[in-house]
């Protein structure tokens, strides 16, 4: 199956780009088995309604994370890739941008309050997570090595990170300390993460003193990325306003609920990223080369997502119940809020296939678009569905708008349809595979 979906690559490149994206996802798996037993630790020592408080407080802090980065990730990925004269001027130039990004996040959520108030102490943990978006700027050297194709370095950094992070956590559970501990953790665990980065930097020579700082290529970037930045401030709007909302239309109860369904359920999203990610550079190789080569490979990129995220969510599905009540008995109201939220998850990952295709295609105001869309009609849909169904209904309002914006979007879009029919054939691919595969053994 695999070698069908890859076959537009000559096998050479195969090999090349399947050894990067295979050390991205065991760093990934790693995390993902690591991150998830250490968090149903967690939330059985904090129980619902402290769970709950910790998971608003991280929901609304990721409001603001786009700003943090200026959007110029993936700006970053697709020139650095071809680029090879003028890397060290985008590492400097980038990295000051992420650091000015995360200074100006820190004062918008600080400024977010004189908006709407909250109590002092949900204030002190609100802001002491957002001083993790600083330490956000080191993220740069992990950009560098995924469009290098050296995603080795950046996933064993994230792995000595994920260690470090999961033996506090697991220390405060031992010791019973106050939430106010699994607070800080979050701003803990970006300074563990530069460290580390700056760390492998370091040993691979790639000096930070070499780094430059060039204010043509920022406003060049800036001038590119302020698409992405408000579609980065839309996805994070309707990836944590639920959360959000939860807490203030219900209780931190409700929101714990809901939380322990949605980290089962989203942790699998790192899986289209590293897929994608390690790819960019083919296919961006591709356009400048051959376009029918290029449409080709976009399409086995949306195969492949669409095979692994129904599959993901067939078996979630049919087996979240089981490991709720094996792990966290306590949460067992959260198993039917999984089954729903889960398949948003198809929808995920066809939405990170097409947004390398509108970056290629410099299609930013279509990705803003689109983004923007998904934000407003989660929140409508929240604001008409939890009153409704409760934890349910703000399930529901994340699998419609995912739904809408990644997909049902690109049918009214002129101009972009074919989008939707790539995603459409690609959403039949395991089907058409399946039907194939019985039909050659009759």
Known sequence: MLQRIFQSFDKQAFLKYFKNTSW????????????????????????????????????????FSAIASFGVKDIFLRDVAIRHNTRATYLGTTFLLHLMGGLLAVAVVGTSFLIRPEEWEIQKYILIASLAFVFHSFWVIEYYFQATVQAKY???????????????????????????????????????????MFLFNHLKGIKVTHWKFDKKLAVNLLKQSWFFMFSGIAVTIYMKIDQVMLRNMLNDEANGFYAAAVKLSEAWYFIPVVVANSLVPAISYAKEKDEKLYYDRLQKLYNLLAWIAVGIAV????????????????????????QVHIWAAV??????????????????????????SGAVLNIILNLYLIPLLGIFGAAYATLFSYAFSSYFVYAFLKGKRLVFYMQTKALFFPVIFVFRKLKIRK
């Open 154 to 196: 950046s996933s064993t950094a994230q792995m000595l990170m994920i260690l470090m992070a999961s033996v506090f956590r697991l220390m405060g559970v031992y010791f019973k300390l106050p939430i106010e501990f699994f607070i800080w953790m979050i701003l803990i665990e970006q300074v563990l993460y530069a460290t580390n």
């Open 24 to 63: 991205m996802m065991v760093e990934r798996i790693f995390m993902m088995a690591v991150a998830m037993l250490v968090g149903l630790w967690v939330a059985r020592y904090l129980g619902v309604q402290r769970y709950g408080l910790l998971n608003y407080v991280i929901s609304y802090t990721g409001l």
């Open 347 to 372: 929808f995920v990952f066809l939405g990170v296939g097409s947004d390398k295709w509108l970056i290629q295609e410099r299609y930013y105001r279509v990705s803003l678009l689109r983004t923007v």
């Open 315 to 338: 078996v979630i599905t049919l087996l979240g119940g089981w490991i709720i009540d094996l792990f966290i008995p306590e949460y067992t109201t959260s198993v039917p809020v999984l």
